[in-house]
């Protein structure tokens, strides 16, 4: 099928063009812009002619699947994946960093064994390479339209980032060639049902996220970039350790064929916790959650595309494919625990940032969490919620990640506490903001939905842990997201709108996110019916009823009566702050107002400063206080259930 190899190789060819389109010149900007229209563009043909111009199954469980000729990409990705090693081995030389070459060497040179000997093209004989199904064309918009509209927004973005940071060296050609790197691999990842191919695609975004992390170059990059890569190179041990095991001991080496192993779960079940493992890696579950927080030194393109559609999406989405085989098995509790877990702490710790980055990293791994749990539980209920946030999270969050940096562009700060009255200072970046909070905290948007549909499944699983985790890890993610909402509409004495700095090629992708947020909570009812239900019965070889009931569509009716309310006090606030400026009255200030509302004189006669602020409950929750404990909870459970399936469970 043309489409996917376009998708697959366009985006690397867009990459070595862009490699060598220098600085200054709109060219390259336009470049990237027309390719990043065209990878969109094909990922809508390819919804089209997939969901409405060929017959997908139903109920019975099977895929549309595209056999391609696999002698020569056997050999591309061969080499591919030495490539790869060699490159972790030039990068751990340079800054002396060999743990990185043992982990990368320990993954690389068994799946080669494989390859070279001839094991994985017999176990391959008759299989497909490539898988198209309903989740896979999901996925593709995800990635294909969020991470297209990041792209764009990546032409103007990093413009202004090296005018603000004149001290770091400008490779911002370079920048822009990795991101299309990055969704050349998502996309390959994504259409591969070949393993040992999955694997070298799972390989390159670790790699792409390693060197977009180090961007600029500063000793804390190097360190968190390095973090990232040895962390996520665990990950592909794991991974690679599941290939070695079902070549070796079941002559499996395509997804289609473990997804549909017909003999007992439990024979299985190894292989299918050594890859939960490597997706947990991915998703930045605790404790492997330092990498996406390091990962907030890069330029916020970076950040949007690894929260939002491509790396931390690879591991949830791997997780969503095994859980018909997780479903009451160790694999599926050890990932529903651990995710309950990191979503309950993350979200708690999120109470305590007031960075803006700090706050979305948080919360990008609190929702992983959520979305790893329901995976693990593995009933049609929990599957449809973790999908529905999958789709939900990936454009709010790149959304916020934007506007944040967006904002942090023109006000050289990203701090909340520095975003009061956002609405009066930058209304239309506020509105979009405001579009992005609701997307992530309010019904009738599909975040809160799905959080619904999760613990109806948590409570007909019966897992009373995870009905706790969910309840009380929600309250702590309405609290940090109401908390910032109400920063945007705190207006103070004399804020004045601040000059519009805002590129172009930014607004070019924030409009179209905001509006796509809109969009979804008024579609949200068709998304379900044609697109998750039939993702649900090609996973579950049954008919799947629909999630969502008569009385849940007139609540929710009601709640977008609700939200309507919000842009019409966005205006309203503009109105009366614009009809209030003859008639101001200054505020008590426990003493003589200094004609600002922010500054008095006190008794002695001095000025003093006088704010309001949000309550960040630091001495409770904070990293440095929860987070290693944390951590050493989250690596025992991992721990404890690696050893208990690998053990037979004889312990």
């Not at 699947?65 to 696999?70: A, Q, R």
């Not at 079941?250 to 916790?273: D, M, R, W």
């Amino acid at each position: 099928m043309p489409i996917i190899e376009f998708l697959i190789f366009f985006p690397f060819l867009a990459a070595i063009v862009l490699m060598f389109m220098k600085e200054p010149t709109g060219k390259r900007a336009a470049f990237a812009t027309c390719c990043s229209i065209a990878i969109m563009a094909v990922c809508i043909v390819l919804a089209v002619e997939v969901w409405g111009g060929m017959t997908l199954p139903g109920a019975e469980g099977s895929a549309n699947v595209f056999l391609v000729d696999p002698e020569l990409f056997n050999l591309l990705i061969t080499a591919g994946e030495a490539f790869l090693m060699c490159l972790v081995i030039y990068y751990g030389i340079r800054y002396r960093k060999y743990y990185v070459i043992l982990l990368s060497a320990g993954q690389t040179i068994p799946v080669l064994w494989l390859d070279l000997t001839g094991k994985t093209s017999a176990a391959a004989a008759g299989q497909t390479y490539l898988r198209i199904d309903n989740l896979t064309v999901m996925m593709c918009l995800i990635v294909g339209i969020v991470g297209g509209l990041i792209c764009i927004y990546a032409n103007g973005y990093i413009k202004d980032y090296h005018n603000h940071h004149t001290e770091f060296p400008k490779r911002s050609n370079w920048f822009m060639a990795m991101l299309f790197v990055f969704l050349g691999a998502m996309f390959g990842l994504l259409f591969s049902d070949n393993l040992g191919w999955l694997y070298f695609f799972w390989e390159i975004t670790s790699i792409c996220s390693f060197l977009l992390i180090g961007y600029n170059k500063l000793p804390v990059s190097i360190n968190n970039s390095f973090r990232a890569l040895w962390m996520n190179l665990l990950g592909g041990c794991g991974f690679a350790a599941a290939i070695l095991y079902l070549v070796l001991n079941l002559n499996i080496i395509s997804l289609s064929q473990l997804l549909t192993f017909s003999g007992e779960k439990e024979i299985v079940l190894i292989p299918v916790i050594l890859l939960a493992f490597a997706a947990l890696t991915k998703s930045a579950q605790m404790p492997f959650n330092g990498w996406l927080l390091g990962a907030m030194v890069a330029p916020t393109p970076t950040s949007a595309l690894l929260h939002s559609a491509t790396m931390v999406k690879a591991g949830v989405y791997l997780l969503i494919r095994l859980a018909p085989l997780m479903s009451g098995t160790l694999a599926g509790l050890m990932v529903t625990t651990v995710g309950g877990f990191t979503f309950f702490a993350a979200s708690l710790i999120a109470i305590t940032r007031s960075d803006g980055k700090g706050v979305l990293a948080y919360s990008t791994i609190s929702n992983l969490g959520l979305i790893a749990a329901c995976a693990g539980i593995g009933l049609p209920e929990s599957v449809w919620a973790g999908t529905m946030l999958i789709l939900f999270h990936a454009v709010s969050k790149s959304l916020m990640f934007l506007t944040v940096g967006a904002v942090e562009n023109a006000t050289g700060s990203r701090n909340i506490e520095d975003m009061t009255g956002l609405v009066v200072r930058m209304p239309k970046m506020a509105a979009a903001m405001i579009i992005g909070i609701c997307g992530m905290s309010l019904a009738p948007f599909g975040m809160l939905v799905a959080k619904w549909a999760a613990l109806k499944s948590f409570v007909d699983a019966r897992n009373v842990l995870m009905i706790l985790f969910l309840a009380f890890g929600s309250a702590s993610t309405t609290f940090y997201w109401v908390k910032w909402l109400g920063k945007l509409f705190a207006v103070v004495h004399h804020q004045d709108p601040l000059p519009d700095t805002v590129h172009r090629g930014e607004w070019a992708a924030i409009i179209p996110l905001s509006a796509l947020v809109v969009a979804m909570m008024f579609l949200f009812p068709v998304i379900s019916q044609y697109v998750i239900i039939p993702v649900l019965a090609q996973m579950f070889g049954e008919k799947i009823s629909s999630v969502i009931s008569q009385g849940d569509m007139a609540i929710m009716i009601v709640m977008l009566v609700m939200i309507a309310v919000l842009p019409i006090a966005l205006r309203l606030v503009n109105k009366i702050r614009q009809d209030a400026k003859d008639k101001e009255t200054l505020v008590y200030m426990n003493g003589a107002n200094s004609g600002d509302d922010r500054h008095f004189i006190n008794s002695l006669g001095e000025q003093e400063s006088d704010s309001m602020s949000n309550w960040y409950m630091a001495n409770w929750f904070s990293a440095e206080k929860i987070m290693k404990p944390c951590l050493a909870i989250s690596s025992f459970m991992i721990i404890l259930f690696l050893i208990w399936a690998i053990t037979g469970g004889a312990i």
